[in-house]
C-alpha cells in the first residue's frame, strides 16, 4: 500500500503532466504543489513510485510521467469526477433539447462529446433488446399490403412492409391493431412472443394466415441485429495529441472503424455504471495508447446503451468523467420524454 503523501505526488504527476505535456521533475513539483516535504523527498517518493511501476522515465529525461498502472489509481482513488458548471449544463440542456428525433439525438450528442472533452465520441443507439414497446402502428397500403410501425420507448421507430397472403379489411386491420397494443405495449421486447402466440385463433379462419404474416414481421423487427449501430464523431481530434502515440495514429484510426471492436470497448450496454479502461487494459492492440471512458445511458433506471469517448491516456480523467456523465444524464432524460 502506498502512503498517503506518495498517493499526493502521484496525483501531483499525473495532473502537471496531462497539464503540461512535459516529464515531471521533484523540483517542479515542490514548486507547484504545497507537499510540505522537500524535494530529496519528493525525489524518494519518486524512486519509490517508479520502482512499483507507478511512473517511469522516458528516455533520459529528468522528469517522470505516469504508466497505464499509475494512471490507473490516479482514477481508482485520487481522481474525482469534475462537476459540469451551471452554464455548462444549461448549454448541454439547450444543445440536445432541439433534436427532433432519435437519429438526431445521438448525431448531437456525438457533436457536444467530442466538443466538450475534445476527444472521439462514440454513442450507440439504443439497444433494441432493452427497450420495451410503446406503440404498434398497422396501415393499409392495398388490399393485401400493410405498413408495420414499431414506436419504442426510446424514441426509436421501426417501419416494415407486409405483403398478406389474402385482402385484409380495414375492420380486421383496426381490431389487430386493437389487440396487439393491448397485449403488449409498455412491454419489453423478450417478453412479446410468448404475448402474441395465441393471438391468431382470435380471428376467422380467412384471416388467420394475414395476422400470422403480420406477427411473424413483427417478430423479426425485434431481433434484428441491426440495432448494434453506433455513430462517432470528433476523429479529427486525435491529430492534436500526435506525440501520445507511440508511432503514429494509424492503428487508432483503423480500430475506430471497426464497429465490434468499439462495441467491445464500450461494454455491455445494461451495465450502467461508469468504466475507464486505460492504455493495455484495452484488449484491442491498436489502442494501447488511448484509455476510453463511457457510461450507460437510458430512460428510467436501466442503460439502453453506452456512449463514450475514446483519447490518449494522458486524458483530463475527472473532466472527460464529468462530461461523460452528464451527457449521459441528458440524453437519458430526453429519451424519457420522447
Do not use: W
Not at 101 to 115: E, F, G, H, M, P
Not at 137 to 145: I, M, N, T
Not at 149 to 172: K, N, Y
Not at 199 to 211: K, N, S, Y
Amino acid at each position: 500500500m502506498l502512503s498517503e503523501r506518495r498517493l499526493q505526488v502521484l496525483r501531483a504527476i499525473v495532473q502537471d503532466y496531462v497539464g503540461t505535456e512535459e516529464p515531471v521533475g521533484s523540483k517542479a513539483l515542490t514548486e507547484r504543489h504545497n507537499l510540505g516535504v522537500s524535494p530529496a523527498t519528493v525525489r524518494n517518493d519518486m524512486a519509490a513510485l517508479e520502482d512499483e511501476g507507478f511512473i517511469a522515465q522516458p528516455h533520459t529525461s529528468a522528469g517522470r510521467i505516469p504508466t497505464d498502472k499509475g494512471y490507473r489509481l490516479f482514477v481508482d482513488k485520487l481522481a474525482g469526477v469534475k462537476p459540469m458548471t451551471g452554464p455548462e449544463r444549461r448549454a448541454i440542456q439547450n444543445f440536445l433539447d432541439g433534436a427532433v428525433d432519435l437519429d438526431d439525438v445521438v448525431a448531437r450528442t456525438v457533436r457536444l462529446l467530442a466538443q466538450l472533452t475534445r476527444q472521439v465520441a462514440v454513442v450507440q443507439y439504443p439497444s433494441l433488446t432493452r427497450s420495451t414497446v410503446r406503440h404498434v402502428e398497422l396501415l393499409s397500403l392495398a388490399p393485401a399490403r400493410v405498413m408495420l410501425v414499431l414506436i419504442t420507448d426510446t424514441g426509436r421507430v421501426e417501419q416494415r412492409m407486409v405483403d398478406c397472403p389474402a385482402p385484409f379489411g380495414e375492420a380486421s386491420l383496426a381490431d389487430l391493431r386493437a389487440r396487439l397494443n393491448s397485449r403488449i405495449a409498455g412491454r419489453r421486447f423478450a417478453d412479446v412472443p410468448q404475448l402474441v402466440e395465441d393471438l391468431p385463433e382470435a380471428f376467422d379462419a380467412e384471416d388467420r394466415g394475414t395476422v400470422s404474416t403480420v406477427l411473424s414481421t413483427l417478430l423479426e423487427t425485434l431481433v434484428e441485429e441491426n440495432e448494434e449501430r453506433l455513430m462517432i464523431g470528433g476523429t479529427a481530434n486525435l491529430t492534436r495529441f500526435g506525440h501520445d502515440f507511440p508511432l503514429t495514429i494509424r492503428p487508432v484510426l483503423e480500430a475506430l472503424e471497426e464497429q465490434v471492436v468499439l462495441l467491445k470497448l464500450l461494454g455491455e450496454a445494461g451495465d450502467s455504471g461508469m468504466t475507464v479502461r486505460i492504455g493495455h487494459e484495452n484488449a484491442y492492440e491498436g489502442l494501447n495508447s488511448t484509455s476510453v471512458v463511457s457510461v450507460g445511458y437510458g430512460s428510467g433506471g436501466e442503460a439502453v446503451a453506452k456512449l463514450g469517448v475514446v483519447g490518449p491516456t494522458r486524458m483530463d480523467y475527472p473532466g472527460t468523467m464529468g462530461a461523460v456523465r452528464a451527457v449521459a444524464r441528458y440524453v437519458g432524460q430526453i429519451l424519457a420524454e420522447s
